[in-house]
């Protein structure tokens, strides 16, 4: 998960603030490299293996430093940040878009850390007059949150709150938050404006967004102390009516390998090096060799996969993947807890030659998308499938089977929608159409359009006796087509 520093380099960073300590004056913007810093450094010691831009603005933007994974580079650009003028941090967060959709595209979650002062500027441009010209903007000129790609927002505040709630900047700060989906936190910092006290914000959001994952892989006998990066999120099942958390467990389970093509990155582990032999390594080793995957178990009917990602042409990763939580994840696969050994099978299941294979399951219910279902998501669909039935309607009797069978069809679709007045328009059409019959019409044709109509009026009505889904309109029995009296 990359992360995008947004630091605030205008004028109000400048600002002295007195300690009580020392005789020396700092700025705010001191205190906010000092908290960067620190950020920086834990980043480098636990998150080696993630990137990091930084972004200066004030009425600009400038893309300080890349993504980069060398934390030095940073840490000299943030040294070396030079000061300018007034905030615009609208033209701010364009410009954290942009980074982030030319690098990683639209898909890959990324946390900005946005550190200000809270002074959000005055007039055209500021946060202020940002967020009361939301509406009504042209397509080319919408305000840049929510970001375009999933993203946490983690504003870092030169100030206390006391300061920040003599204004209304807290409450433009919350909305800021909420036009990013809530995702992220405000930080302030408590007390004195000092060393101590930013290092004690930038620590709330280290253990907030950046704290390790510790756990431990193990496979029968064999396990290895692991850290996950980053840290996984807990996951909400959307069709429970109570949802609750799902939680990684700290031990987790290697289950079994499977072969692999081109899996895809999601969360990232790091090997332990060393010359004791260690299980994590061994395994990282097996997979990229043999090009597999190995199942892990996360928790009770959670699982995942591991695998070998490689970054460049001499390092590569263990990756880890996780699928949603349930006994049967990938329904080709079945249940996870029904795969075992070859060997314990009655006979081979892939044959003496390899020549066939039990996967992929064939699900017992035929699923929806593989039947012919009737789907309007234009009006120009509907107004085919209506165009049809009164071509066929006008051929009639020639075209009776088709025209009942195209008329069940738009039934059932309606009646699925509750689209009553879809079938009591229909039923006036083809009242219009008996009408229109010119006098060499053969005389069936007439009854089947009245029959049609009445049935397909009685169904508009809602009725169970002529609303039931599975219930056709059959054609009507009359003397001309050969049949006994009519319905």
């Not at 892990?296 to 590569?316: C, F, I, N, T």
């Not at 314990?344 to 992929?360: I, M, R, V």
């Not at 195209?406 to 039934?411: A, F, G, I, Q, S």
């Not at 010119?438 to 089947?448: L, M, R, S």
Request: charged share 20%; glycine share 6%; proline share 7%.
């Amino acid at each position: 998960m990359p992360t995008v520093v947004l630091m605030d380099a205008s004028l109000s960073m400048t600002r002295p603030v007195s300690l009580d300590q020392c005789s020396e004056e700092l700025q705010r913007k001191n205190l906010a490299v000092a908290g960067l810093t620190m950020l920086f450094e834990h980043m480098a010691n636990n998150y080696r293996l993630e990137f990091t831009s930084l972004v200066a603005f004030s009425s600009l933007w400038e893309l300080l430093v890349p993504f980069t994974r060398d934390y030095n580079t940073l840490q000299e650009a943030l040294s070396n940040l030079e000061d300018y003028d007034k905030t615009c941090l609208e033209s701010a967060l364009h410009g954290v878009s942009n980074v982030v959709q030319q690098e990683w595209g639209h898909a890959c979650p990324t946390q900005v850390v946005l550190v200000t002062d809270g002074s959000l500027g005055i007039g055209k441009g500021s946060l202020r007059n940002s967020l009361q010209t939301l509406k009504g903007r042209p397509e080319d000129k919408k305000f840049p949150l929510p970001f375009p790609f999933p993203a946490k927002l983690f504003v870092m505040c030169i100030a206390n709150a006391e300061e920040l709630q003599m204004t209304d900047t807290m409450h433009n700060l919350v909305q800021l938050l909420q036009l990013n989906g809530g995702d992220g936190q405000i930080f302030t910092m408590e007390g004195q404006l000092c060393l101590k006290s930013v290092q004690s914000m930038f620590g709330r959001l280290i253990d907030a967004a950046y704290s390790p994952f510790p756990a431990v892989l193990r496979c029968g006998n064999l396990a290895s102390d692991v850290q996950v990066f980053p840290r996984p999120e807990p996951v909400f099942l959307d069709e429970e009516i109570d949802p609750m958390p799902r939680h990684i467990l700290t031990e987790v389970d290697d289950v079994g390998p499977g072969t692999t093509e081109e899996p895809e990155e999601e969360t990232s582990a790091n090997q332990q090096a060393g010359k004791v032999p260690n299980f994590c390594v061994l395994l990282h080793g097996s997979l990229k060799v043999e090009g597999m995957v190995a199942l892990v178990q996360l928790g009770p009917e959670w699982y995942g996969m591991l695998y070998s990602q490689a970054d460049s042409k001499k390092k590569s990763n263990l990756m880890m993947s996780l699928f949603e939580p349930g006994p049967e994840p990938l329904p080709w696969l079945g249940k996870v807890s029904q795969l075992g050994p070859i060997s314990d099978a009655a006979e081979n299941p892939y044959g003496e030659d390899d020549s066939k294979s039990p996967f992929p399951l064939q699900p017992k219910v035929k699923r929806s998308y593989a039947q012919n279902v009737t789907v309007w998501i234009k009006a120009s669909g509907l107004q085919t499938d209506v165009q049809k039935i009164l071509r066929n309607a006008r051929k009639l009797p020639e075209k009776t089977q088709t025209f009942y069978k195209e008329l069940n069809r738009l039934r059932k679709a309606a009646l699925a929608f509750g689209f009553w007045e879809l079938l009591k328009g229909v039923a006036e059409l083809l009242e219009r159409e008996c009408t229109l019959l010119p006098d060499t019409a053969h005389p069936d044709a007439a009854f089947q359009l009245s029959h049609a109509a009445k049935q397909l009026k009685l169904a508009s009505t809602g009725d169970s006796q002529y609303a039931a889904f599975d219930q056709n309109i059959n054609p009507m029995h009359t003397d001309f087509s050969g049949g006994g009296a009519g319905m």
